[in-house]
Each structure stands twice: as C-alpha cells, then as structure tokens.
C-alpha cells in the first residue's frame, strides 16, 4: 500500500470511529431523557402518597444525572423546607441533599440548627448559626414548641451561644422562653437577673411580667414540652425573678410572708407553686409553728383543691387553735371531716368538754350527744341523749333533723335519736343517702366476709384522657372472684367511670359496714398520676379536668380510707401510672414467707400495684398475667405475696415499656404482718 492509500484509509478510519461515537453519545442522551422522564414520574407519585423521604431521594437521583436540571432543585429545595422533620430521620439523605441546596437562606435554618446541635455536631452547629446571623432569619411564635425540644449534651458555652444568636431578631415569646432555657443550661441561684437579662438581650420587667403571674400553668405547659425539664431549676428561675423584691432591710420578702397567713392563702388560692413550695419546705426544714383559727379553717378548706391541699391541710391541723366553744369545736370537726381527714376529726371532736352540767341550753347539748356517738362514748351519749330529749322545744328538734340528715349523709345513721325524732316531734328525716346493696341489711352479719371495691375509669370528662380496657378488665376480675374464690355478688361494688364524690363515698360505706374480722378487696384502674412538688400520687376520677387538681384523689386519702376501714386484711390492687408511690419506700419488697395461720391471724394492709414511679400502657400487661394466674390457681389458700410473685416476671418480660409491679406494705395504714388471703371454692 503506496502513502497515499495509507493516508485515505486513516481518514477513513477516523470518520467511521467518529459516526459510531456519536451513535453511542445519541443513545446515552436519550436513555438519561428517558430515565429521568420516569424518575418524574415517580416524584408525583411519591408526593401524592406524601412519602417525602422518597420523594427527595428521587430528585436526587434526578439531579446525579443532571445536575443542571432547575426544576428538580428547585421541588428538592421546597421539599427539604417544608418537610424537614420526615427527611432529618435519614442522615445521609440530609446531607445529600445539602449538596444540591446552594442558596442557604432559603433552607431551614432553625430545623437544621436543632439538627446539629442534637448530633452534637459541633462543626456543622456553628456553621449553620454563623448562617442563621448572616440570613436574619427570624423566629416567629409559631417555632415555639420547636425551640421547647432543644436538646444538647455540647458545652454550655456553645448552647448559650445559640440562643443569643436566635434571640437577636425573633419574635418577643420566643425571647421570653429562650432566656428561660438558657437559664436552665446555667442554673445559678447566685446569678445577677439584671446581668443575665442583658447577656441574652431582653428586659427584666418582660420576663417578670410573662412569668410570674402564671406560674403553675407555665410549670405545667413546659414540664410537658420541653424533654429537658427541670423543676429544681424552673423554681430556682422563678426565684431569681422574684429576688429583686425586697423590704427596707434588704431581706427577701418571700421569707417574711411565710409567716403572714392572709398571704399563705392568697398564694394558695393562687396556686404560687414556688411561694407554696417555700413555706412547706420551712415548715419541714425550721419545725416553724403558726396558729390558725376556725375562720382560718373554714377559708381554707372552702377553697378548691389543688395538688398543695393536703400538705397545707395537714400543717394547719397541727397548728389549730380552738375557741373553747363547743359548739365551734363540733363545726370544726364535721368540716375536717367532711373534706376526708377521719382521724384528725375524731381529735377535734375529742377537744369538747364532755361536762353536761357546764351547758347552758339544749342546743349546746347536740355538740356532746353526736360527738360522744362518733368517739363510741355511749354513757355520755345515752345520758346527754335523754338530757336532750326530756327538755326539747320544737326549735331544738329541728335543729336535731339537720343534723342527723348531715351525718346521714355521710353514712352515720343514730337509730336512737332518730326514733326520738318519730316520737317527740313531727319532724321525720327524709334525706337519702347513696346507697350500695352491700349495706342494705347490717342485721346478722356473718363472719369473714369477702367485699370487693372494683373501681374502673375509662369515660372522662375530658375525651383526651379516655382508656378503653380498665371496665372490661374489671368485668373479668369480679367474674373470677365470684366464680372461683369467696365472693359474693352481693358484697362486690363496681365503680364504673364514676366521680371523685361516688368513690369518696363508697369508701364511707365500707368503713361503717366492714367489721375486724372481714376481708376486703380494691381494685383500681384508670389514670394515676405523680406531682413532684408534693410529692405523692393521685388518681384521677372520671370528673377530673386539665389543669385543676380539685377532683382528684391523693394517696394520703387512699392510705387514710384504707386505714379506717375496720377489715383484718385489706388489699388494694391498682393498676394506675405512678401507682407504686402507695408504699412506704420506693422499693417495695416481698418478705419471709410463713404458713397461711400466721398471716390469717395478723392484720394486712397489702398492695399490689402495676409500676412503680413511672407510667403504665393503656392495655395492661398486668391485669394480664395477674388475671390469668387468679384463673389458673390451684391452691385452696393463695396470700397476695403467692399472686404477686406467680406474675411479677411475666409483666416484666412482656411489658413494652420496662414495667416492674411491686409489692409491699401500704403506708402507715396499720398492717402488722398479715396478708390478704384469696380462698378458692
């Protein structure tokens, strides 16, 4: 082959290598269209399904082949705006698509602020503040919940650095609660507010003025938003708002007014949880006394309840002063009693001169004759009775009706003056008090009788709160306690969804029904709850409402219905969140065991309860395995402890939320040892 020939065949080599080439390039062009044609497609899809996790991934597919493609970073950059909280589950996909996001102030600045600072990405955190400066994005209220999760394990310089930054140009409430969490990082009793307020840009009076009106319910509202709550320091941040308060002397008003009783119960009307916290603490702490008269009494104990009444209510027994006058020490006793306090009644009642000869008239006799009847003085009461009965005008029996309606009321029937009632006077008593079957016939009462007090909540007031399993479980258990141990149907009461009142007064019932030697059974489940100011648990009947305590049944309560209740063995079953603070410790124990005659003979006040500070599912594992082992119990004699521990293990291995039920002793309710004893037929 001449040069010539050579040369053409390069030529021609070249240009077929080049028409092949462009072949191949043509190709590839029209599957990328294709490709992402489909891709397209399956954006729209994927968004119709609103899975914005792959709806993002695909654009970014999208964009790998074309980069260039201004549609697809412009839906990538909507997308990741919007809905940042679906796509910030997936790291990688976060990071990939901050690839393709150049404009940085067009991202969500504030959601990936939070973002870093969770990861502690410290590197990222400070890029994306420097940014967050740089933009001026402003934070309006509607961030508020958002800026409540801040959550950070990095230094306290760097968080405090985020919320200085964010409060440079945001709007004024989420100032207000960036200098609350700021604080909560420091927490420093010790610290300035005025210096404080100027590090974190806002003034003094705003926050006081925001704060300290509404402290109960801002200590609820951010005890429930805020993963990072801490009581000890939000008291110590109402502290320092209020610190600048001082008399003449320089001494903190909040330590004078401890000791001014009109301003105790301006604060407890007030509900001044920091102010009410102060004064209980000093009580405990400095053993303070302060006397409290009957007007004292009858203000407080008029007032709704809420989670410091009964901590109060207990100091201001201990501290009440008394007229003399017995007809003021009787009021003073059916007012205490009235409110739940059986055994600081009968010490009131106690107080009254007993002298029959010292009274001036009948109507100082009635305050003798019921007093002498609740304290089972019957030689006073039988002879103030005829004392009262030989000398009555018209005026006085009447007088009489109001007051056995009262009592009748309350369960407490005086069948002797009643009858006088009939045969002296025309007056009859034709008040009805709540009855239950159980107490219809008290006449020939066998011995060592069963009752159960099933209470269920699931209905309440505020649909929020609703349960769906706590009656049907308790349709189960009286089930099984009637058809399978020694129950009778007549001797169960159900509670179903009832009120603080209904519960309030069945326990009444039972403490004037039950004799020494009978048995008795409570169950409870519906909601519980635990108030880390007072320091105890509380159940919630169906009447109960958000934010108002003044319905709600305390353990102090429970324990003191449970001890006046006459019954050799007592045991209460709840299956309620928080349920565990019943007992005397934390760490409820099971004990030695010993033969079923030993526990028989000792009074038992026993509780099985369903967790111990901490919260319960809906749909109960315990009741579960609780009501499977009743069912497939062998033995004839079977003690609480025997049930407790036939499940214990079963709840804990299947509970999804780590529960431990406990067993013990019910707090200073009077067990000496015994055990409830379930008798199978």
Same mark, same amino acid.
């Given at each position: 082959?001449?040069?010539?020939?050579?040369?053409?065949?390069?030529?021609?080599?070249?240009?077929?290598?080049?028409?092949?080439?462009?072949?191949?390039?043509?190709?590839?062009?029209?599957?990328?269209?294709?490709?992402?044609?489909?891709?397209?497609?399956?954006?729209?899809?994927?968004?119709?399904?609103?899975?914005?996790?792959?709806?993002?991934?695909?654009?970014?597919?999208?964009?790998?082949?074309?980069?260039?493609?201004?549609?697809?970073?412009?839906?990538?950059?909507?997308?990741?705006?919007?809905?940042?909280?679906?796509?910030?589950?997936?790291?990688?996909?976060?990071?990939?698509?901050?690839?393709?996001?150049?404009?940085?102030?067009?991202?969500?600045?504030?959601?990936?602020?939070?973002?870093?600072?969770?990861?502690?990405?410290?590197?990222?955190?400070?890029?994306?503040?420097?940014?967050?400066?740089?933009?001026?994005?402003?934070?309006?209220?509607?961030?508020?919940?958002?800026?409540?999760?801040?959550?950070?394990?990095?230094?306290?310089?760097?968080?405090?650095?985020?919320?200085?930054?964010?409060?440079?140009?945001?709007?004024?409430?989420?100032?207000?609660?960036?200098?609350?969490?700021?604080?909560?990082?420091?927490?420093?009793?010790?610290?300035?507010?005025?210096?404080?307020?100027?590090?974190?840009?806002?003034?003094?009076?705003?926050?006081?003025?925001?704060?300290?009106?509404?402290?109960?319910?801002?200590?609820?509202?951010?005890?429930?938003?805020?993963?990072?709550?801490?009581?000890?320091?939000?008291?110590?941040?109402?502290?320092?708002?209020?610190?600048?308060?001082?008399?003449?002397?320089?001494?903190?008003?909040?330590?004078?007014?401890?000791?001014?009783?009109?301003?105790?119960?301006?604060?407890?009307?007030?509900?001044?949880?920091?102010?009410?916290?102060?004064?209980?603490?000093?009580?405990?702490?400095?053993?303070?006394?302060?006397?409290?008269?009957?007007?004292?009494?009858?203000?407080?104990?008029?007032?709704?309840?809420?989670?410091?009444?009964?901590?109060?209510?207990?100091?201001?027994?201990?501290?009440?002063?008394?007229?003399?006058?017995?007809?003021?020490?009787?009021?003073?006793?059916?007012?205490?009693?009235?409110?739940?306090?059986?055994?600081?009644?009968?010490?009131?009642?106690?107080?009254?001169?007993?002298?029959?000869?010292?009274?001036?008239?009948?109507?100082?006799?009635?305050?003798?004759?019921?007093?002498?009847?609740?304290?089972?003085?019957?030689?006073?009461?039988?002879?103030?009775?005829?004392?009262?009965?030989? $000398?009555?005008?018209?005026?006085? #029996?009447?007088? /009489? @009706?109001?007051? %056995? +309606?009262?009592?009748? !009321?309350?369960? &407490?029937?005086?069948?002797?003056?009643?009858?006088?009632?009939?045969?002296?006077?025309?007056?009859?008593?034709?008040?009805?008090?709540?009855?239950?079957?159980?107490?219809?016939?008290?006449?020939?009462?066998?011995?060592?009788?069963?009752?159960?007090?099933?209470?269920?909540?699931?209905?309440?007031?505020?649909?929020?709160?609703?349960?769906?399993?706590?009656?049907?479980?308790?349709?189960?258990?009286?089930?099984?306690?009637?058809?399978?141990?020694?129950?009778?149907?007549?001797?169960?009461?159900?509670?179903?969804?009832?009120?603080? $009142?209904?519960?309030?007064?069945? #326990?009444?019932? /039972? @403490?004037?029904? %039950? +004799?020494?030697?009978? !048995?008795?059974? &409570?169950?409870?489940?519906?909601?519980?709850?635990?108030?880390?100011?007072?320091?105890?648990?509380?159940?919630?009947?169906?009447?109960?409402?958000?934010?108002?305590?003044?319905?709600?049944?305390?353990?102090?309560?429970?324990?003191?219905?449970?001890?006046?209740?006459?019954?050799?063995?007592?045991?209460?079953?709840?299956?309620?969140?928080?349920?565990?603070?019943?007992?005397?410790?934390?760490?409820?124990?099971?004990?030695?065991?010993?033969?079923?005659?030993?526990?028989?003979?000792?009074?038992?006040?026993?509780?099985?309860?369903?967790?111990?500070?901490?919260?319960?599912?809906?749909?109960?594992?315990?009741?579960?395995?609780?009501?499977?082992?009743?069912?497939?119990?062998?033995?004839?004699?079977?003690?609480?402890?025997?049930?407790?521990?036939?499940?214990?293990?079963?709840?804990?291995?299947?509970?999804?939320?780590?529960?431990?039920?406990?067993?013990?002793?019910?707090?200073?309710?009077?067990?000496?040892?015994?055990?409830?004893?379930?008798?199978?037929?």
């Amino acid at each position: 082959m001449n040069f010539k020939s050579f040369l053409l065949f390069k030529v021609f080599s070249i240009i077929l290598l080049i028409l092949l080439g462009s072949k191949s390039v043509l190709g590839q062009i029209l599957n990328s269209e294709t490709n992402i044609s489909e891709l397209k497609k399956q954006v729209i899809k994927f968004n119709d399904q609103k899975d914005m996790n792959a709806c993002a991934s695909t654009l970014l597919k999208i964009l790998s082949i074309d980069s260039t493609d201004v549609q697809a970073k412009k839906q990538l950059n909507i997308i990741f705006r919007n809905f940042f909280d679906d796509i910030s589950t997936n790291t990688e996909l976060v990071d990939s698509c901050l690839i393709f996001i150049k404009d940085a102030c067009s991202l969500p600045l504030f959601d990936l602020l939070l973002y870093y600072y969770k990861l502690n990405n410290l590197y990222e955190a400070m890029s994306y503040l420097d940014r967050f400066r740089h933009c001026k994005f402003k934070l309006s209220d509607r961030y508020t919940n958002k800026l409540l999760t801040f959550n950070s394990t990095l230094s306290p310089d760097f968080q405090l650095e985020f919320f200085k930054v964010i409060n440079e140009s945001s709007d004024i409430n989420i100032k207000i609660y960036s200098v609350y969490l700021a604080y909560q990082i420091v927490d420093d009793p010790s610290l300035g507010l005025s210096g404080f307020c100027k590090s974190i840009g806002i003034s003094k009076d705003i926050l006081k003025n925001f704060f300290l009106p509404k402290i109960d319910s801002l200590f609820l509202f951010l005890g429930e938003k805020n993963p990072n709550f801490n009581v000890r320091a939000f008291n110590n941040f109402i502290a320092l708002l209020k610190s600048n308060y001082e008399d003449d002397n320089g001494k903190d008003i909040i330590e004078k007014v401890n000791q001014i009783k009109s301003e105790l119960f301006t604060a407890y009307f007030h509900n001044d949880v920091y102010y009410l916290e102060t004064f209980i603490s000093k009580y405990k702490n400095e053993k303070l006394t302060w006397k409290f008269s009957f007007e004292d009494l009858k203000n407080f104990m008029s007032a709704p309840q809420n989670s410091f009444f009964f901590p109060l209510a207990k100091i201001l027994l201990e501290n009440l002063h008394l007229l003399k006058a017995n007809k003021v020490i009787y009021e003073a006793g059916k007012l205490v009693l009235e409110k739940g306090f059986f055994d600081e009644s009968k010490n009131i009642f106690k107080l009254i001169d007993f002298n029959v000869k010292s009274q001036k008239d009948n109507s100082d006799l009635l305050p003798l004759i019921l007093s002498s009847y609740i304290l089972n003085k019957d030689s006073i009461f039988i002879t103030t009775s005829k004392e009262f009965i030989l $000398s009555a005008k018209e005026d006085d #029996f009447v007088k /009489l @009706k109001e007051e %056995l +309606i009262w009592w009748k !009321n309350r369960n &407490i029937k005086i069948d002797l003056l009643e009858k006088a009632l009939l045969l002296f006077s025309d007056e009859t008593i034709d008040s009805t008090p709540f009855s239950i079957s159980l107490l219809a016939d008290s006449t020939d009462k066998e011995k060592n009788n069963y009752y159960a007090l099933l209470i269920a909540i699931e209905d309440y007031e505020n649909d929020n709160f609703d349960l769906r399993y706590p009656i049907n479980d308790a349709i189960e258990l009286k089930s099984l306690l009637m058809d399978l141990y020694s129950f009778n149907e007549k001797n169960v009461i159900t509670l179903f969804n009832p009120k603080r $009142s209904d519960i309030i007064r069945a #326990f009444t019932l /039972l @403490k004037n029904r %039950l +004799i020494a030697s009978d !048995n008795l059974l &409570i169950f409870y489940a519906g909601h519980g709850n635990w108030d880390e100011v007072a320091e105890q648990g509380y159940w919630l009947p169906a009447d109960t409402k958000p934010n108002d305590l003044s319905e709600i049944i305390t353990n102090t309560e429970i324990t003191s219905f449970i001890k006046s209740i006459k019954a050799k063995h007592t045991l209460l079953i709840s299956d309620a969140c928080f349920s565990g603070s019943i007992f005397k410790t934390r760490d409820a124990f099971v004990g030695e065991s010993f033969g079923i005659d030993y526990y028989l003979a000792r009074t038992a006040r026993k509780a099985i309860t369903s967790g111990a500070l901490t919260p319960v599912p809906d749909k109960s594992i315990f009741i579960e395995y609780l009501l499977k082992s009743l069912r497939n119990n062998q033995k004839k004699y079977l003690t609480s402890e025997e049930l407790f521990l036939s499940f214990r293990e079963a709840v804990i291995n299947n509970s999804p939320l780590n529960q431990r039920p406990l067993f013990g002793n019910i707090n200073d309710s009077g067990d000496e040892g015994g055990d409830f004893v379930f008798i199978k037929k």
